[in-house]
């Protein structure tokens, strides 16, 4: 396809761009700075938790004042940047969005001279992207209904008859064949690469008892709530969050998937430098711990572990136990095999 | 006949003459400023968005799209769920626009502000509603429970009646407003008119009213239609994931695969697909009178 | 005030509509008024009055649009008091024409009669007959918008009267035509209803109109009916001052019987002027008015003794082509007018020309 070679073209230009970056700052005094700075990630509390965490310190640092938009959008960025007309400094772009955007050159490198990851684990640094947190995806369900034996893995969650009740589970193919094959027996490192056919037979013995497939981080804690379902994947901030109302909920840690919510520049974004003060900011331990503790969803900082509240470590998917029996969820191979997945998924939605 | 009667009639002005007064030219002149709009801001890009389906220089993304049964299956569930949620609209706002018309002015604003309400919330609020009062454990199970009616919740959302429930209340307004205004221009001296020469009230009806009001149908019907094609939101929580309309199709090309060649295609395609059904409804319900 | 009603048409049978007693009222207003008349078979009524004399409503009433708070109506020996509008089998033509829109000229002709179920076959040859009454032959499948005022008005009476009403009802058909068209509907109107012999109630507030169509006339004021008579009695024997003033040009003068010097007969008029009286009219001391029409007293010619004689001069003078209206002014201030035949061997009178008038006891008609 004409244009891939276009994509590529737009990789090399991009790259040639890095090469040369460090070389023309150090020539140039600091730039102007903006009247403002755009930052643009997931509504919600993610996005305040952005604001409350790391706006606050960039601001302290820059003068600049940080405005937030939402929601993430692969395909936005691309328009915006095909365009020419990029309109965020700083945005969101998790998981295997991440990957294809680096695949597609729609990123600028991060000026390791700015924002320091010498402290980073070596698997957690991106030439592109910068990983500001880690959230997982887990089992939950309602402690009021299963109060003697508890679910605790996904071969629990698909054993129907040893926990009853209605179910829910992601509405796209991320994750569930992941769970999928760890319920039918796969061992956590050897999930990759998926056996995608066996992952789609295991599924189909669940999909009669899915009341719904969940469509945002929103819908899965309404359902639980509302004992919709009593059993569901569900982001750990959410479940967190709803606990700390009162919900009887609770989850388990087993076999839960771990995504790296991964921020970046926009190729031809228009204050450059000043974005990368952002992504600076946001490599800051404390204000990592302040957006942790807020989302219970960590940096990976090593350095940030000492501003988090001790009280939270058991609801941190980073905490050594809960990680243990973790997978890291695979962006790479994902962002490889999206299109095709994606298109056997809503196939096999529509049965 | 006396010939004065044939006179008079041939002394009055025939009617061509009267429209050719209006010359084409002049008409056609008061259009060029809508022109230069549409055409920039509606025209451009639409160009834009077929050259973008062919961009490879081959027909590859129709011949994927119309080849593979997934997306004939979306499309035809697509057209499903839009046909019955405007027939169920039609149902509803008929009656309604019936009544809104013919009561006092006192009710009628009350009403035209109740019809109005859902255009005041949210979506997604509106749709996060539904979902507490139609769940399971929802409002409505609950009262249905209790007073014995049911022993087992019913499956009210997360399957395609949900949808179409969901995208109905959406619209509804879209169908009551041409209805009632179609219905208001309607002279009632016509309905004392046919009822003298005999009509019974089905007879005025049906022969008369309907009729008369068939244009604000259409451009209810129209304008739901189009609307419920392009649903997005609601099919997909109210439809539990399991209802695939084409827009979340296009979607998942934009933002999550990236192929944009093939979104632009199936847009082409829902396009072309909405002009035929638009050029359909336009056909049944077209005043031929004026 | 009683209604008068004289002169009943020649050509009438039996009677078509009874109307006995009509009263109707919006809230606290009274619209109708004790209405009681009858319409025999065939003739053609024309319903005269101003503007909110209660016409429409009448006419509502009579088609079953409106009810009537008290009074029945009899149709053809059927009491139809209650009965709906649908089963009356009237013909009605709405000021408005009331045409459908989304029907052909055809179809909107054959509608009362689909209505009562007619067979199929018969109702083209039908509908084409009575198009062809009202000369539009051509126009069958053109729709209303397509046609003028005047076409319109034709195929709503084509509908009024294609199903073979009991009775056909006109509410002011003519109002938006003008003056040409209006006359030659005014004669097809009335052949086509010679011609089917149609009991018709036709509602003008154009006297002239109402004296060319009618059999009878019914004139009303303020939901009260004044007199019912003849086009030429009422012209000529007017009930009161108001339908005297009605229908044609009227000298009405008003005061009470009295005797002038010279012991004649007079009416002494509120402003003291005398105007001559007929020794046979009125008791001294009486009030009295009396109805001189205008083209009674006329300009004596010497040797000749008319019953009455007043001498003046000519104060004004309106030319209207095939007449001359002349204002006349008395010695005595009194004022009339009257008017002349305009004709080759007569001068037109200037202003100031002295005259004496004269005219006939016959010609003055004495009003309650
Ligand atoms: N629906 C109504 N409610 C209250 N009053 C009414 C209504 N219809 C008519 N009237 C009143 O009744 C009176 C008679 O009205 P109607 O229409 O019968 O007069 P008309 O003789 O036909 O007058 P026109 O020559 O102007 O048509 C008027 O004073 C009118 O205001
Ligand atoms: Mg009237």
């Known amino acids: 396809m004409p244009n891939k070679k276009m994509d590529r073209r737009g990789f090399l230009v991009s790259a040639a761009a890095v090469l040369a970056a460090p070389a023309v700052l150090r020539a140039q005094q600091v730039p102007a700075k903006p009247d403002r700075l755009i930052v643009n990630a997931s509504g919600g509390d993610m996005g305040n938790a952005v604001l409350d965490a790391y706006g606050q310190v960039f601001t302290e640092r820059t003068g600049i004042p940080v405005e937030m938009t939402s929601p993430h959008d692969l395909g936005k960025l691309r328009a915006m940047v095909e365009s020419g007309n990029v309109e965020w400094d700083v945005t969101e772009i998790s998981g295997d969005d991440g990957r294809i955007a680096v695949e597609r050159g729609l990123l600028e490198p991060i000026d390791e001279s700015i924002v320091d990851l010498s402290a980073y684990p070596a698997e957690a640094r991106d030439p592109y992207l910068l990983t500001t947190s880690v959230y997982s995806t887990v089992l939950a369900y309602r402690s009021d209904v299963f109060t003697d034996a508890k679910p605790r893995t996904w071969a629990d969650f698909w054993d129907v008859e040893a926990f009853p009740g209605r179910r829910s589970l992601g509405g796209g193919p991320e994750d569930n064949l992941e769970f999928a094959l760890l319920a039918d027996g796969v061992q956590l490192a050897e999930l990759y690469p998926l056996d995608v056919d066996r992952a789609f037979r295991k599924l189909d013995e669940i999909r009669p008892h899915i009341t719904a497939w969940w469509d945002s981080g929103a819908q899965h804690v309404q359902m639980l709530v509302d004992q919709e379902v009593v059993l569901s994947s569900a982001w750990n901030g959410r479940i967190f969050n709803a606990v700390g109302k009162g919900h009887p909920l609770e989850i388990s840690w087993d076999g839960s998937s771990l995504h790296r919510a991964y921020f970046a520049i926009p190729r031809g974004a228009p204050n450059l430098h000043w974005s990368q003060q952002f992504l600076a900011a946001m490599t800051d331990p404390q204000a990592q711990a302040t957006f942790a503790n807020q989302l219970v969803s960590p940096g990976l900082n090593p350095r940030a572990a000492e501003y988090v509240d001790p009280t939270l470590a058991p609801y941190l998917p980073t905490t050594p136990e809960n990680m243990q029996v973790s997978f890291w969820q695979d962006d790479l191979w994902w962002s490889q095999h999206m299109a095709e997945i994606k298109n056997r998924w809503q196939r096999w939605i529509l049965g | 006949m006396t010939s004065t009667a044939f006179t008079s009639a041939a002394a009055e002005r025939p009617f061509g003459r009267m429209m050719a007064s209006a010359t084409p030219g002049r008409s056609l002149l008061l259009l060029l400023p809508a022109f230069l709009v549409l055409g920039v801001i509606l025209f451009m890009p639409l160009l834009d968005l077929a050259a973008l389906s062919i961009d490879g220089g081959s027909f590859g993304p129709y011949v994927k799209a119309l080849g593979d049964p997934l997306y004939v299956r979306v499309i035809g569930q697509t057209f499903q769920i839009a046909l019955i949620s405007t027939g169920i609209c039609l149902i509803l706002a008929y009656p309604l626009a019936y009544f809104m018309a013919t009561t006092s002015p006192r009710l009628r604003i009350l009403c035209l502000l109740l019809v109005a309400l859902p255009f005041w919330t949210s979506v997604l609020v509106r749709t996060y509603a539904w979902m507490v009062l139609l769940g399971r454990n929802g409002i409505i199970n609950r009262l249905l429970i209790d007073n014995g009616f049911i022993a087992e919740p019913l499956p009210l959302i997360y399957n395609k009646a949900g949808v179409i429930l969901g995208t109905v209340y959406y619209l509804l307004p879209f169908m009551v407003l041409p209805i009632f205004a179609a219905m208001m221009r309607v002279d009632r001296q016509l309905l004392l008119a046919a009822e003298g020469l005999g009509a019974s009230a089905v007879r005025r009806f049906f022969s008369i009213f309907l009729p008369l009001t068939l244009g604000g149908i259409g451009a209810g019907a129209a304008l739901v239609f189009i609307l419920a094609l392009s649903a997005f939101i609601t099919p997909a929580l109210l439809g539990g994931g399991r209802v695939i309309m084409i827009t979340n199709l296009i979607y998942t090309q934009v933002s999550q695969v990236l192929d944009w060649p093939f979104a632009a295609a199936l847009s082409v395609l829902i396009l072309v697909a909405t002009i035929v059904a638009y050029s359909c409804i336009g056909l049944l319900t077209r005043r031929r009178w004026n | ?368």
């Open chain 3, 1 to 368: 005030m009683m209604a008068s009603q004289e002169g009943l048409s020649t050509q009438a049978e039996g009677t078509a509509l009874k109307i006995r007693k009509v009263t109707k009222r919006y809230g606290a207003v009274p619209v109708l008024n004790g209405i009681d008349f009858e319409l025999r078979e065939g003739e053609f009524l024309t319903l005269l009055g101003p503007s909110g004399s209660g016409k429409t409503t009448l006419l509502k009433i009579i088609a079953g649009f409106e009810h009537s708070d008290a009074g029945r109506l009899v149709l053809g020996g059927e009491d139809m008091t209650r009965m709906p509008p649908s089963r009356r089998d009237i013909g009605m033509v709405f000021q408005n024409y009331a045409l459908f829109p989304h029907m052909t000229v055809e179809e909107n002709v054959a509608f009362p009669l689909r209505m009562r179920s007619v067979p199929r076959r018969e109702i083209p040859g039908r509908v084409r007959q009575f198009l062809e009454m009202v000369d539009l032959g051509e126009f069958a499948s053109r729709y209303p918008a397509q046609l003028s005022g005047g076409q319109q008005q034709r195929v709503a009476l084509a509908r009024a009267t294609v199903f073979g009403p009991r009775l056909l009802l006109l509410d002011e058909p003519f109002g938006a035509l003008d003056r040409r068209l209006r006359e030659a509907m005014q004669l097809q109107l009335r052949e086509l209803q010679l011609r089917l012999k149609l009991s018709t109630i036709f509602i003008t507030h154009d006297q002239e109109e109402a004296l060319i169509m009618s059999d009878r006339i019914a004139v009303m004021r303020d939901g009260r009916l004044q007199q019912v008579a003849k086009p030429e009695h009422l012209y000529r024997r007017p009930v009161n001052e108001f339908v005297a003033n009605f229908v044609g040009e009227a000298n009405i003068l008003s005061g009470t019987v009295a005797e002038d010097g010279a012991g004649r007969r007079c009416l002494r008029l509120e402003g003291g002027q005398m105007f001559p009286l007929p020794a046979s009219k009125g008791t001294t001391g009486q009030p009295l008015s009396v109805l001189l029409r205008p083209e009674h007293p006329s300009p004596v010619p010497p040797g000749d003794e008319p019953d009455s004689t007043i001498t003046g001069r000519i104060s004004k003078v309106i030319y209207l082509g095939t007449t001359i209206k002349y204002l006349f002014e008395a010695e005595n201030g009194l004022e009339l007018h009257f008017r002349r035949q305009a004709s080759h061997r007569e001068e037109v009178l200037p202003v100031n020309t002295p005259i004496t008038l004269g005219w006939s006891s016959r010609d003055l008609h004495l009003l309650q």
